[in-house]
């Protein structure tokens, strides 16, 4: 199966503010399907076409200048033209890739962030990659989708970073390992910034209160790591909860939905492909 966007070479670095350009040579919509089976990373790039990420089976984590997006089987997630993002994929993820040229249709909002595939749009999408249809046909198809695409907000798992140098080494921090405790305090402390002033922040900057964020950087981790074929009982420690019933609990508040569904879900998915 090709692989998701074009490869970077490996002797060069792209980052968010200089990514990588990938043009996309298309006047209507294309939509690739994609199978992961070790863990991958396409670095910082963008291209000149819109973008909808849709279909996932496992873990699929972008991350955009803005923050990181997870995206779940439920809903798509949508990336303008030009925006530059970077795609995480764990072992076994699962996901479909459409791009759609520009001016094909009403866009279904003007940012990053979260879309409802109705069911007719995944029936459509499927079948416009699969079979040969006459020019007049595709034509209408292809601009029908972009209207029945839906803005969303249930996307709960959007992890914004802060821009402040102080802030963002105490965001990265607790990316890198979620089951660090420390309190804002003592972050102060390792930073050099007071409690009060990194509080202020991380309101400030990501709209939500460091606990708040904290939560979110661990259920993000904590889908990542279900994904990748980890227990519940270990996920939640990996992620700093004691006890697994208080972690699905959490989870189940934040995501909408069981640690063990996710896993158990998945798991079934891989077993079915493998036969």
Same mark, same amino acid.
């Given at each position: ?169 105490? %965001?990265?921090?607790? $990316? #890198?390992?979620? =089951? ?8 102060? !402390?390792? @930073?050099? *910034? ?33 994904? %990748?074929?980890?227990? $519940? #009982?270990?996920? =939640? ?8 019933? !208080?972690? @699905?609990? *959490? ?25």
């Amino acid at each position: 199966m090709s692989s998701y966007g074009q490869r970077s070479d490996p002797g060069l670095e792209s980052s968010a503010s200089d990514p990588e350009e990938q043009p996309i040579a298309l006047s209507g919509i294309s939509t690739g399907f994609f199978a992961v089976r070790d863990g991958e990373e396409w670095g910082w790039h963008r291209h000149d076409a819109d973008e909808l990420l849709w279909g996932t089976r496992g873990a699929l984590v972008v991350d955009t200048e803005a923050g990181s997006h997870a995206v779940p089987w439920a809903v798509g997630l949508w990336i303008p033209a030009g925006a530059a993002h970077r795609v995480r994929a764990e072992r076994g993820t699962e996901f479909a890739c459409t791009f759609l040229a520009r001016g094909i249709g009403e866009p279904p909002r003007a940012d990053v962030g979260a879309v409802g595939i109705p069911a007719s749009v995944r029936v459509l999408l499927d079948e416009l990659s699969r079979v040969d249809l006459d020019a007049e046909t595709r034509r209408l198809a292809e601009r029908l989708i972009p209207r029945l695409l839906d803005r969303s907000e249930s996307l709960r798992l959007v992890l914004e970073m802060p821009q402040d140098d102080r802030a963002r080494r105490v %965001a990265e921090g607790v $990316v #890198g390992d979620p =089951s660090d405790a420390r309190t804002l305090r003592e972050w102060g !402390a390792a @930073v050099g *910034a007071s409690e009060r002033n990194l509080a202020r922040l991380f309101r400030r900057e990501t709209g939500v209160t460091f606990a708040e964020w904290r939560l979110k950087a661990r259920m993000l981790a904590a889908t990542e790591l279900l994904a %990748a074929g980890q227990p $519940v #009982g270990a996920v =939640s420690r990996r992620v700093g909860y004691a006890t697994p019933s !208080a972690f @699905v609990q *959490a989870f189940r508040r934040e995501v909408g939905g069981t640690p063990g569904s996710m896993s158990g879900a998945l798991g079934a998915h891989l077993r079915d492909s493998s036969v």
